[in-house]
């Protein structure tokens, strides 16, 4: 007999509705009448529900007549039949009395108070209808001190009413646990660190207290909770993978603040410091405002008919005399998809050559490489939310707590409630006093990691037979190789303790649901992409493929790295991943594009290079790259913009590669402009404008499309309706795509007709039909084969919180007043060896050059090993890296680079440390 469902109702104001299974009586009121319905002041949406001032306070009973109780709505679960009474004269009386009371001990100065109009407090007392205040004023908190000397944080806690948000969303949001509530009675207060200002403390700036607070009593310097914005724009940040959503507040063609919405599925009200609060590099004094041609040596300003008329020209001169394979572009993941794919189009169907690539190759070609191979597609097979449902977490060469904030905060917070994380990483990351497990490797021995790691997992008996036989090839094989490992030999290598490593794969492949995430730490090596086929053979052999909880999930670096790569922007693949050499293919696109294509792949960004200085390459076009910093042997980057006869850059401003230019073009920053980003979990997002582009400027999407007319090509002006439509006609996994079914949250591609997008890939089978295992043997990195006798230190770099990528645009806040310069880290053994204390001056030096910077003595990294950052172009710390990259991708060889420090004088180096370009002093 079926029975029939069972209606779960219960009553609010005598009104019968239905509830859902978890509610509690504030969010069943919430939801059927609105946030505001019933008056709060402890409680936020993006907070944990905690009951402190029971101004939420309802009557409940369980019979509409029936005896009633008080309870706080906020916490207290809802029960079928229960009777709630929202507006009875005894909570009135109850909530009048509370806020009463809070107003005692708060200054009544709203008028000139910055979150006048939208403070909770002032809005809660009109709501229980406060027209005076019956208890003496009271003297605890109105003598204290402003809080003004951060950054970014602000603090008047004159202000304070004592609700704990500020204290929660530390702790729940970010999990930095700097603020508290210290005394009790009425000597409680809020402090932060040792009782400390936020400079002070181990603040990291992330907002998330000054959007919870509900007063002004923690803020920020941009006043976000004042009313004085007259439009508030959605749109998505520029700075990492994580692809966080922000709520931009104008008034006129001025932003003065962002904040981060509620209600976004990626960051549920949470942003970094460089979302929130790194924008005001918007309309810098240095922004390009204008077109720049050089002539007998200098750069003089241009109009734009003027500066498009030069390229088209000097463009169609260099085609006809050397022939379209003599020209390339190298796009941005910092660009919209839209002007990505226009960027490729450009090169592809204008200039008539695959010479096209983008960042994507210096950071995360391995893993769309490497998983291809063992998947059929290069991107994450989960979504970040899948991190509530795993078991064990497993985090291989990346620090996502500073490269990607809000995942990393996230699965902070789930391994402080229990979920045992595993960290591969050189270094001791901020992660590390967390995890259950620490495979502290040699920089550059990740294979020989992983196979230990694999072996472990098929000798201890919990490798997924059944699943690696059913759903991949070659297992067999691989666990043989895997069995013939001689795992002293691999010990030695790493320099990890086989029990170790042994304890960890246990840990990864005993859990039901096991995910990993990787970074840079295991793309920028030799074997980068074989490190990412190893991934992907974990995750096959336990099982952790296509269903929530799992998978291989990339940390993708820059905002639209993922984006870039799907849009074509690289040489071997067109938009969708399209092999550019298989006849049906090139079949498709010159119908399509309705020119004649290249039938071979184009060069690659370090084959661009290597073509300039052999005088191959005569003209290059880059949209907002800076090569000449971000890539690695700077001093052989220049070699190769300064062997260019021509060389067109889209900037926003007066990058160290823009001063090599012939052309520069002042581009639009993403608050300025319109499309689409892909972030690391696959979603398209809206990209919004926020303001008009700076006078001068203009979108790069915009750029692309008047040079494409200007050469004889009919392009249609930007829009990011119309392009996104077009390439939603040849990539297949955005056939769904619109911009109006995008909506707020986006979409995860694959996204199929109607608009249906995909949480999980690989659920019954893979894109290449079966998984595929693969084996490989260790290798030494070159760069130590041939430097390591001579340079006995491996360097390895990375990225800070604080910083993003060369600088361009955090350098121009205020996070430079919280991190100024790189500096390089040092175990103390090392340290002590070298005569060498934290702030002394070091000379760094490889075989192909040398940098100067301050020193820190750490014990994050191992005895033989640096670690630096290279956010700064003062030091051009890519001087000393190599031409290694991966086999398959060319991916550099970031991590492990041969060098020798010594302490040398305070002032040494401080001159001659810039790269100037050849063909003359930059006057602009």
Not at 230 to 239: F, G
């Amino acid at each position: 007999m079926i029975q029939a469902k069972t209606e779960r109702i219960a009553y609010i104001d005598g009104v019968p509705h239905e509830y859902e299974g978890g509610d509690t009586l504030l969010n069943f009121i919430d939801r059927h009448h609105g946030r505001g319905q019933v008056p709060t002041l402890c409680d936020a949406p993006q907070l944990e529900p905690y009951g402190a001032c029971r101004v939420c306070s309802v009557e409940i009973a369980q019979a509409e007549d029936g005896p009633r109780r008080v309870v706080a709505s906020c916490h207290t679960p809802i029960a079928d039949g229960m009777h709630i009474f929202t507006e009875s004269k005894k909570v009135r009386r109850l909530r009048r009395n509370i806020v009463e009371l809070v107003l005692t001990d708060h200054p009544l100065d709203c008028l000139t108070c910055e979150v006048n109009g939208n403070c909770e407090l002032q809005t809660v007392a009109a709501k229980v209808g406060i027209r005076d205040v019956r208890y003496p004023a009271g003297k605890n908190h109105l003598d204290r001190a402003k809080d003004l000397d951060a950054a970014y944080m602000t603090s008047d806690l004159s202000k304070c009413i004592n609700c704990n948000r500020c204290v929660r969303a530390c702790d729940e949001i970010q999990g930095q646990f700097v603020l508290s509530m210290h005394g009790r009675g009425f000597d409680a207060r809020i402090i932060k660190g040792l009782d400390e200002s936020f400079k002070d403390s181990d603040c990291v700036s992330c907002g998330a207290c000054a959007q919870a607070c509900p007063t002004s009593a923690i803020s920020d310097i941009f006043a976000s909770k004042s009313i004085e914005a007259t439009e508030s724009t959605r749109t998505v940040c520029t700075y990492c993978g994580v692809g966080c959503n922000l709520e931009v507040k104008t008034k006129g063609n001025e932003i003065l603040s962002i904040t981060a919405p509620v209600d976004a599925e990626v960051n549920h009200a949470h942003t970094c410091l460089k979302g929130r609060y790194a924008f005001k590099f918007y309309n810098h004094p240095d922004r390009l405002r204008t077109p720049l041609i050089r002539h007998n040596g200098h750069f003089e300003e241009a109009t734009w008919d003027q500066a498009y008329d030069y390229i088209a020209k000097r463009l169609t001169e260099i085609g006809k005399e050397n022939g379209p394979d003599s020209i390339a572009g190298i796009s941005s993941a910092r660009c919209t998809n839209e002007e990505n794919y226009l960027m490729q189009k450009f090169i592809r169907a204008v200039i008539g050559t695959h010479n096209i690539d983008c960042c994507a190759r210096v950071c995360h070609s391995p893993t769309a490489y490497g998983m291809q191979q063992s998947f059929g597609t290069g991107a994450a097979t989960n979504s970040i939310d899948d991190l509530d449902h795993t078991e064990c977490i497993l985090i291989i060469g990346a620090n996502p707590t500073e490269g990607h904030p809000v995942t990393g905060a996230r699965i902070k917070q789930k391994v402080m409630k229990g979920t045992p994380l595993i960290v591969i990483d050189p270094r001791e990351i901020e992660l590390t006093p967390y995890a259950t497990h620490h495979l502290q490797l040699r920089p550059g021995t990740n294979i020989a990691m992983l196979n230990m790691f694999a072996h472990y997992i098929l000798e201890s008996g919990f490798a997924d037979e059944e699943f690696a036989k059913a759903r991949c090839e070659d297992w067999e094989e691989f666990k043989a190789k895997l069995r013939a490992l001689d795992l002293d030999a691999l010990e030695k290598i790493t320099g990890v303790e086989k029990e170790k490593v042994k304890a960890a794969a246990i840990e990864y492949a005993k859990a039901t649901a096991a995910m990993s995430f990787h970074g840079l730490g295991v793309t920028e090596h030799s074997q980068g992409a074989k490190t990412v086929m190893y991934i992907a053979n974990l995750a096959m052999m336990t099982g952790n493929i296509g269903r929530p909880g799992v998978g291989v999930n990339p940390l993708r670096g820059q905002n639209n790295v993922q984006g870039a790569a799907d849009m074509g922007c690289q040489p071997h693949q067109g938009a969708g991943y399209l092999p550019v050499e298989d006849p049906e293919n090139i079949k498709l696109f010159e119908e399509f594009y309705g020119r004649p294509t290249s039938t071979a792949a184009g060069m690659k960004i370090p084959q661009m290079f290597e073509a300039a200085t052999k005088g191959d390459l005569k003209a290059l076009w880059l949209m907002g790259e800076d090569v000449v910093q971000t890539d690695p042997n700077s001093e052989f980057v220049a070699d190769a913009m300064n062997s260019l006869e021509f060389l067109v850059v889209q900037e926003i401003f007066m990058t160290v590669t823009a001063q090599f230019a012939d052309v520069i073009l002042p581009a639009a920053s993403f608050l300025e402009k319109s499309g689409t980003f892909t972030n690391g979990e696959r979603r398209v997002q809206r990209v919004q404008e926020t303001i008009e582009p700076l006078e001068g400027t203009k979108p790069d999407g915009q750029i692309i499309v008047d040079i494409m007319n200007r050469m004889g090509y009919e392009q249609p002006d930007y829009t990011p309706e119309g392009v996104l439509a077009e390439m939603a006609e040849v990539i297949w996994f955005f056939k769904g795509a619109t911009w109006e079914n995008l909506g707020e949250q986006g979409k995860q591609w694959p996204i199929r007709e109607g608009g249906v997008d995909t949480k999980i890939l690989h659920t019954e089978k893979f894109r290449r039909g079966l998984g595929k295992f693969h084996y490989f043997e260790f290798e030494e990195s070159k760069e130590l084969e041939a430097h390591g006798s001579e340079f006995p230190y491996i360097l390895t770099t990375g990225r800070l919180l604080e910083q993003y990528n060369c600088g361009t645009m955090t350098r121009r806040t205020n996070n430079t007043k919280i991190v100024g310069e790189d500096l390089l880290a040092i175990h103390p053994k090392d340290a002590k060896k070298k005569g060498i204390e934290s702030g002394d001056r070091v000379r760094l030096h490889s075989a192909r050059g040398e940098v100067f910077m301050h020193a820190k003595v750490s014990r994050e990294v191992k005895p033989g090993i640096l670690y630096t950052t290279f956010h700064f172009p003062e030091l051009m710390v890519n001087k000393l890296t190599s031409h290694v990259h991966d086999a398959e991708t060319m991916c550099p060889e970031y991590k492990v680079t041969a060098v020798d420090v010594e302490k040398v004088a305070p002032d040494a180096g401080k001159a001659g440390a810039e790269i100037v370009p050849k063909k003359a002093a930059v006057t602009q």
